[in-house]
């Protein structure tokens, strides 16, 4: 059976397609001003990778913030739901899942089957997502790709006290000005937002294993950053950042095959 799970997040929309349980392809694509174009573009994206065309599939499911912009889905699946869903298939010993994206953080506590027993969302403020990394990496004048690998040749911890990104930007450029070496601004860029994201994962029961899923998974100074406030190991599935999409999928094959 094939089916496919599409994640429609505020920065990228990303497509899985699985064929009897095992992942044969996926795409991703920058959301642009026409959110349905770029949908459209990674999904035809993702069957030609498969070598199918829309018909072949036998359901669609989609996720994310957008998940209402995708004319042909079959159903919608919940962001919390997916990612757990997801994580906890490829990371069987997971049961709390955090799932850092563009825009928004979310810590959930899962079953041994992937279900959502409780679940915490950031506020909508972008200190505990990625674009605060975008924005501290203009502050600095550093490329995004090379804000976390400058973060971990940091040997010393300053704190950052700004949480919203005006102010934040504005403490980076003091500490700038005041000649503190930029591995140690980004280290406590990523410090900063590990806290913010352990904080809100607090009101859950954080329990072992942790995974991390969602496009910030990949910088590996927050990666850091978190293990060191957590003080345990993060597992992190590969391709973290498809880990929804793919949850999104599953859900896709049980509802076609008559499950929840």
């Not at 995004?144 to 040749?153: M, Q, T």
């Not at 978190?226 to 880990?243: A, C, F, G, S, T």
Request: hydrophobic fraction near 45%; charge should be negative.
């Amino acid at each position: 059976m094939k089916v496919a799970g599409i994640d429609v997040g505020a920065k990228f929309v990303k497509v899985v397609i699985v064929d009897d349980g095992n992942l044969v392809s996926r795409s991703s694509r920058l959301m642009g001003f026409e959110q349905k174009e770029s949908i459209e573009e990674a999904f035809k994206e993702a069957l030609e990778k498969a070598g199918l065309k829309k018909e072949d599939l036998t359901h669609t499911t989609a996720t994310g913030s957008g998940k209402t912009e995708v004319p042909f889905a079959d159903d919608e699946f919940t962001e919390v739901s997916a990612a757990a869903k997801g994580a906890v298939n490829l990371i069987p010993s997971a049961r709390t899942v955090i799932d850092v994206g563009a825009e928004e953080g979310r810590a959930m506590h899962t079953n041994a089957k992937g279900k959502v027993l409780d679940f915490v969302i950031n506020e909508r403020c972008a200190a505990g997502a990625g674009s605060f990394t975008e924005a501290m990496a203009r502050a600095l004048e550093i490329p995004l790709e090379e804000i976390g690998p400058l973060s971990l040749k940091s040997k010393k911890s300053i704190p950052m006290n700004a949480q919203c990104v005006v102010f934040a930007e504005s403490e980076v450029v003091t500490l700038v000005h005041q000649k503190t070496p930029k591995e140690d601004i980004a280290r406590a860029i990523h410090d900063a937002m590990a806290s913010r994201i352990i904080s809100m994962a607090r009101r859950l029961s954080i329990e072992e294993d942790v995974a991390l899923v969602g496009g910030l998974a990949n910088n590996v100074g927050f990666v850091e950053s978190l293990r060191r406030e957590l003080n345990m190991d993060v597992k992190i599935p590969e391709e973290p950042e498809y880990v929804p999409a793919y949850g999104a999928a599953l859900a896709a094959a049980s509802r076609a095959g008559g499950g929840s």
